[in-house]
């Protein structure tokens, strides 16, 4: 018999593996300062594009001061235990009212955290009889609620309508025999390459397929729609989407997230969702804090039209400098060039250090490999200053890379990795 540990001394996965080369700059960086469109890294003044403050509010003095008299006037701990038992208060209530409001739908439950909530949300709604059809690129919270699933599950091709027939059709034939219901899940905007899910389409199928659809809009939630409902509203399908998810992670720069659905769908949720009823209530000072997020977002859309105005300006200038920022339709700025892994860590750092511009990178097994993903997060606080020296980077880095100087860069490190 081995050693259980034997296989972490020989592996360490397909992250874990690069730690050594990566660990500190790459992964596990430390910003410091004020959450900003500038912030330090390393000792150096960075433009950060890598931070989900889409509205800018995690440091918007009204929210800092509700923030700062919630702690002062509850801790850190009110209230203990989980909802059902000790951890429910008017708030909470207050809290899940206004957001079921805001989203147009009857109800709304408040969760401790999202990655959790829609694991367990995914959870409750299936039983071992039904099938559960999602994007193949789905985040791994959804991955790994429909793991929970005793049942089949069909994943069709990302945002491809002829797959997603397919796999309703199966996914349907399949509830036939067992007696069981389907589940189809999107997300509302897919966070690596920021295409937003196809959900008017998808909604269009439920005239041909019996399905209830859950949407994860954590990308989308404040940053699309009229009011900043989401991608629903975005798309006019907010009232055909059974069970709404969003995380307070975003948009709302805080932790929770809340699910929102009819009455009795939401009634059946609090009492079946296992993350919630086992694990501590979210806090009284968040949800607090909470409530001020969405009184802002209520009370005008300054905040979402300036994350547009940047959002518009940066992706412009991109495509205008002859840049594939690929099929987004959203926020989400992502940036593909062509690379080895070496080539793209040479890269990024030049734009850290000599350009002072820190964006995510994501590279193979996440994408095919030789492409490297710069992915951007505008929000509301970057500036036209910001959007023109990243331009000017970009092209810096771009013309670099092509005339071989990030290869010959990053020759040892190649050799190294056996590349
Ligand atoms: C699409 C998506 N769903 C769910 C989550 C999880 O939310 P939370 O950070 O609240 O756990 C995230 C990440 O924040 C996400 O990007």
Known sequence: MKDLFAKIYRDKGPLGKWADQAEGYFVFPKLEGQISNRM????????????????????????????EEAVKKWGSAYPMGARMMSGHTDLHEQLQNELAEFVSKEAAYVLNFGYQGILSTIDALVG?????????????????GVRLHLGKRFT????????????????????????????????????????????KEIVELKKKYNFRLLVDDAHGFGTLGKTGAGAGEEQGVQDQIDVYFATFAKSMASTGAFIAADKEIIDYLKYNLRSQMFAKSLQMSLVEGALKRLELLRRSTEFKDKLWENVNALQNGLKENGFDIG?????????YLKGSIPEAMALVKDLRENHGIFCSIVVYPVIPKGLILLRMIPTATHTMEDIDLTLKAFSAIRERLENGTYKKLSQALMEKMGE
């Open 40 to 67: 330090k890294f390393q000792g150096r003044e960075v433009i950060t594009w890598s931070i989900n403050d889409y509205l800018g509010l995690a440091n918007n003095p009204e929210v800092r001061k509700a923030d």
């Open 128 to 144: 071992k009889n039904d099938v559960i059809v999602y994007d193949v690129d789905a985040h791994a919270c959804i991955i790994d």
């Open 156 to 199: 069709y091709k990302h945002n491809d309508l002829d797959s997603i027939e397919l796999n309703l059709a199966r996914a349907e034939k399949i509830a036939e025999q067992t007696g069981g219901g389907v589940l189809f899940i999107s997300e509302g905007v897919f966070g690596m390459r920021g295409e937003q899910g196809k959900l």
């Open 327 to 335: 099929t987004t339709t959203s926020c989400v700025t992502p940036v």
